[in-house]
């Protein structure tokens, strides 16, 4: 019994932590999709588009992507008329960077840094971008798409459109609720079990990859799982109960900026008709390889200021 009170505890403690970030950031830019804010934003990244590869169209998906979510990423490539490659292109780039301001909030409510946040999720995704149009020479095929979303009723005034943001932001902490307050339950039986010693056992070889301590290995299967959000709910119990440092807190998360939500990310993309296995590599390959870069430059940097330290 004390189990599923802990469990029902921790989790409506982080869906109030994570909802008080997630409902006025949802109703404000629900909002500004009905105001002249996105429209502005999207003329202003037009012009670069080229450098990924893209026409100046394709700034449609790649601003609502970020400023929305991914679906509404991919409602925005849904109306356009783009070539296999490009539509590729843009789901890598959306993959490591979209509902930003959503998504970096809960990062900084972990103690994660605005700018390590900032620059490996936009850097990933103007790095990616950038790469693919180098290297692959082919899809210039036009893409074919699976579905065409059903258009939904605009709402025609501003009492309309607040209504709209609210339900748009109840229903995303509700989402949250539905998820986070059973995971918390299912962990704080997997605690009181003693079947988290196993679990982390079982994740050892990653961590250790990665230069993270194991007793941050259950935020990185929440995270790949669950997406950031999901993931920084279980990473905030973490810290607080777990002893995460900060120092893993924010190697666990650059890995899941790059790779998170593996399986929903993943599938939502098969509709528009890109290849996806090679998407899910790229990001698992990323993930890996900047963590473990971050994590020796981190221990290079410790190790150095020790010495300096003794040598005084």
């Known amino acids: ?60 998906p790649l601003v609502l992507g970020n400023v929305l979510n991914l679906y509404a990423g991919i409602a925005g490539i849904l ?62 095929e036009m893409a074919q798409y699976g579905f065409v979303p059903k258009d939904s009723a605009v709402p025609e ?24 307050i059973p995971l918390m339950v299912a962990i ?19 961590t250790r990859v990665l230069g993270i301590q194991k007793n941050a290995s259950l935020t990185l299967a929440s995270g790949l799982i669950f997406g950031l959000a999901m993931g920084a709910g279980v990473m905030i119990q973490a810290v607080k109960e777990d002893g995460v440092s900060k120092k893993d807190a924010t190697l666990a998360f650059i890995f899941l900026v790059a790779c998170h939500a593996v399986v929903e990310d993943t599938l939502i993309f098969i509709p528009l008709g890109i290849p996806v296995w090679p998407l899910l590599i790229i990001r698992i390959i990323i993930a890996l390889v900047l963590t473990i870069i971050v994590s020796y430059l981190w221990r290079r940097s410790e190790q150095k200021n020790r010495e300096e330290v003794i040598s005084t």
């Open 79 to 140: 109306s356009l008329d783009l070539t296999v490659k490009e539509v590729f292109i843009l789901a890598v780039m959306l993959s490591f960077s979209h509902n930003i301001f959503i998504e970096t909030s809960v990062a900084l409510k972990v103690g994660v840094k605005l700018w390590v946040v900032l620059v490996v999720r936009f850097g990933l995704a103007a790095l990616s971008g950038i790469v693919i149009n180098l290297v692959w020479k082919g899809g210039g």
């Open 1 to 60: 019994m004390s189990t599923l009170k802990n469990g029902l505890k921790a989790g409506l403690l982080t869906t109030w932590t994570l909802g008080k970030v997630i409902f006025p950031i949802t109703l404000i830019v629900t909002m500004l999709q009905f105001t002249p804010v996105l429209p502005f934003i999207i003329d202003l990244v037009a012009p670069f588009m080229g450098l990924f590869g893209l026409s100046g169209d394709a700034a449609i």
């Open 157 to 180: 005034n501003w009492f309309e459109i607040f209504l709209f943001g609210l339900e748009k932001a109840s229903l995303g902490v509700l989402q949250l609720a539905m998820i986070v």
């Open 188 to 206: 704080q039986i997997l605690k009181d079990r003693k079947y988290l010693h196993r679990f982390s056992d079982m994740l050892g070889p990653l």
